[in-house]
């Protein structure tokens, strides 16, 4: 009877491991189609330097003679906001109706200089071709399979207890800001999957031991090039997540000194993509459209840091708008994934070790640090210039500390009811996202309207609807919340020592304070 019972279990729990990933897939390619080209932030400039990011190439990206800040691109690529979707870009684009959207035209918007790290546009810059939409759409589609095939990669090599924290961080810390850019054409989707990823992933490489191990450590240098090579901010993450890691992870043992060197490898590299980066975050501050003609004194902005900053923490989870902060969310999606988020978190600490917390004050104290510092260089105050997507990573970071299960302590569990009840707020709320996104591109900002398919201004044509992309979305989100919830719940038979080995079943994972 028993042996019935857990046969069951088994199957059960392999269904869910193989419908998750296809589920949390189906629901990034509806917010993929979901919105047009140009509708994630600053994409103008994303998508030109993409397109000119392997060089010189006829047809997709020439030089401009005498003008070598600029460069030639597809004019649907280079006014890709030069339509009334963009109402309040339309003032700055010159537009030729005689030229057709392959038509070269100049720019100088884009990374021609080097403001940004190569690697994301490189690797973008493969399916750049004259179809810009459709090159467009594959991008988006490429960052989509990258999240989810990593990720399960990542989830597949961690020990149970570390699994857990992975499905936790992501499943309360996406919604719904970082679910939009997972599939979209900023690099800020490759910093999101680094922030949230990497610390893990050198943290199972401290822990693990043969084939994980070597495992474990490629991902690391993947999540640490893809992260670093996006983003300069991200390459400061990087080394923030190896120092997190290393608190958690560090032993007095010879071993552990030889396992460093990897780690620190990656930290070299940050540095590099760093300050080969002309990107002002963090040194010169950033140069935004903000009055700084009467700036406050130090103390004044410190105060209003302290006052004011965790909105762009409560930002990322819908207090915000997404988009090019044109898409305001509704009440519930705030509510609810910030509830979600706090009451999760909250029950992470009934595991807990002085390691543990002290990892978590780091996290704590950077997610504050970070764009105090960077505001303060801009002399701008909280509202101005950073914007929520900046720091995601730092609170998917600290998310994921807080769901750390510590050794010779309570494990982290939830019952049945608290699963059903945060899968369900956080797929609502998703749900509710989509809905207002793709609202803002079919019938504009205004009266929301349940149906769709209302005074439509806009949509891809086919026999696809806007209902049809939001219902299969929020369906598969849905799918994907359940998933993970009934995933990272803890079973008695996941004690396993972090070499893989059965051990004691409080023995979630090792601890050395």
Same mark, same amino acid.
Request: glycine share 10%; with cysteine; aromatic share 10%.
């Given at each position: ?8 279990? &088994? ?12 589920? $949390? ?54 006014? *890709?906001?030069? /339509? ?131 495992? +474990? ?18 390459? *400061? ?6 120092? *997190? ?21 990656? *930290? ?8 080969? !980066? ?12 903000? &009055?700084?003609?009467?700036?406050? /004194? /130090? ?19 819908? /207090? ?18 910030? !509830?979600?988020?706090? $009451? ?27 764009? !105090? ?20 990573? +730092?609170?998917?970071?600290? !998310? ?42 079919v019938s504009g900002a205004g009266v929301s309207d349940f149906d769709l398919g209302h005074g439509m201004r806009w949509w891809w044509g086919g026999p696809v609807s806007p209902m049809a992309v939001w ?42 304070d």
């Open positions: 009877m028993q042996s019935s019972r857990t046969d069951r279990s &088994d199957r059960y729990r392999w269904t869910l491991l193989i419908a998750t990933p296809v589920f $949390a897939l189906i629901a990034l390619v509806m917010w993929a189609v979901a919105t047009p080209i140009g509708s994630s932030p600053d994409d103008d400039f994303h998508l030109a330097s993409t397109w000119c990011a392997l060089g010189d190439r006829p047809g997709l990206c020439e030089e401009v003679p005498g003008h070598p800040e600029e460069r030639a691109i597809p004019k649907g690529v280079a006014q *890709v906001l030069c /339509t009334d979707l963009f109402p309040s870009q339309l003032a700055k684009c010159d537009v030729d109706p005689s030229q057709s959207a392959r038509d070269l035209i100049p720019t100088a918007r884009g990374n021609f200089g080097g403001t940004y790290p190569p690697v994301y546009y490189a690797v973008m810059g493969v399916f750049a071709s004259p179809q810009y939409a459709v090159s467009a759409l594959a991008m988006r589609l490429v960052n989509a399979v990258l999240f989810v095939g990593l990720t399960s990669l990542l989830y597949w090599l961690l020990t149970p207890s570390r699994r857990r924290t992975l499905l936790w961080a992501w499943a309360i810390g996406i919604v719904p800001l970082g679910v939009s850019l997972l599939s979209s054409n900023n690099p800020s989707s490759w910093a999101i999957i680094a922030g949230g990823s990497l610390w893990l992933a050198v943290l199972g490489w401290f822990e693990s031991s043969g084939r994980r191990a070597i495992g +474990l450590g490629a991902l690391a240098v993947v999540f640490a090039v893809m992260g670093a090579g996006a983003r300069a901010d991200s390459a *400061v993450y990087t080394v923030l997540g190896i120092v *997190v890691a290393g608190i958690l992870g560090v032993q007095r043992t010879r071993r552990f000194l030889l396992k460093a060197i990897l780690p620190l490898g990656l *930290v070299l590299i940050a540095v590099l993509f760093y300050f080969g !980066a002309n990107q002002s975050v963090g040194t010169g501050g950033l140069t935004g459209s903000h &009055d700084a003609s009467t700036p406050l /004194t /130090t103390a004044q902005y410190v105060w209003n840091y302290f006052e004011e900053l965790p909105q762009l923490w409560a930002g990322s989870l819908g /207090t915000w708008p997404i988009g090019w902060l044109d898409i305001p969310m509704p009440a519930v999606v705030s509510v609810a994934s910030v !509830a979600v988020f706090g $009451a999760v978190t909250f029950t992470g600490l009934r595991s807990r070790s002085v390691r543990k917390l002290i990892a978590l004050g780091f996290a704590l104290v950077v997610m504050f640090a970070v764009p !105090a510092y960077i505001l303060l260089k801009s002399k701008a105050t909280v509202g101005q210039e950073v914007q929520p997507r900046y720091i995601l990573p +730092l609170l998917l970071l600290f !998310a994921g500390v807080a769901m750390v299960e510590v050794a010779g302590g309570r494990g982290i569990s939830f019952t049945r009811l608290q699963r059903g009840v945060a899968a369900l707020a956080l797929s609502i709320a998703g749900a509710f996202a989509l809905h207002a996104s793709i609202h803002r591109y219902v299969v979305g929020s369906l598969a989100f849905a799918g994907a919340m359940f998933g993970a919830f009934w995933l990272a719940h803890r079973r008695a038979e996941d004690g396993t020592r972090l070499d893989g080995q059965p051990t004691d079943t409080r023995e979630v994972v090792t601890s050395h």
